[in-house]
């Protein structure tokens, strides 16, 4: 069971405006891309970790694992459905423009994932 944004927290998505033109960077904390004209303005206590959700979710589409594999430690189907939830309510979100990656953003992730977890801190 998922939660569900807010009118306030989907205004807030929905606000964003893709900027093609920005860099991607690497979170080592959630092992994901992420740009700057994605994250949302903080109008609930909530909407940071629903964002990083919909990050971490699109991580896994960028490492190729099918909806089924969504889970980090154990399955669970939270990842999958919220991100089906999302695509409903802020199809508009920056993020759902950069399913697939650019080459230069494909290697830059490659090299972030590859690279040893200590060289991150």
């Known amino acids: 069971m998922i939660d569900k944004l807010s009118k306030a927290e989907i205004e807030a998505f929905q606000k ?4 093609s033109n920005l860099r991607p960077v690497f979170d080592p904390m959630r092992y994901c891309l992420r740009w700057e004209d994605e994250e949302p303005e903080s109008v609930s206590k909530d909407i940071y970790e629903r964002f990083l959700d919909l990050l971490i979710a699109r991580s896994y589409l960028h490492l190729g694992r099918p909806k089924d594999r969504w ?14 939830y999302a695509n409903e309510v802020i199809p508009s979100w920056p993020g759902f423009m950069r399913l697939e990656l ?3 953003a494909r290697e830059y992730f490659e090299r972030e994932v ?4 200590h060289e991150h801190l």
């Open 114 to 117: 590859n690279r040893d977890p």
């Open 71 to 84: 889970y980090s430690l154990e399955p669970t189907d939270y990842f999958r459905d919220f991100w089906d």
């Open 102 to 104: 650019t080459e230069s």
């Open 16 to 19: 964003l405006k893709f900027n």
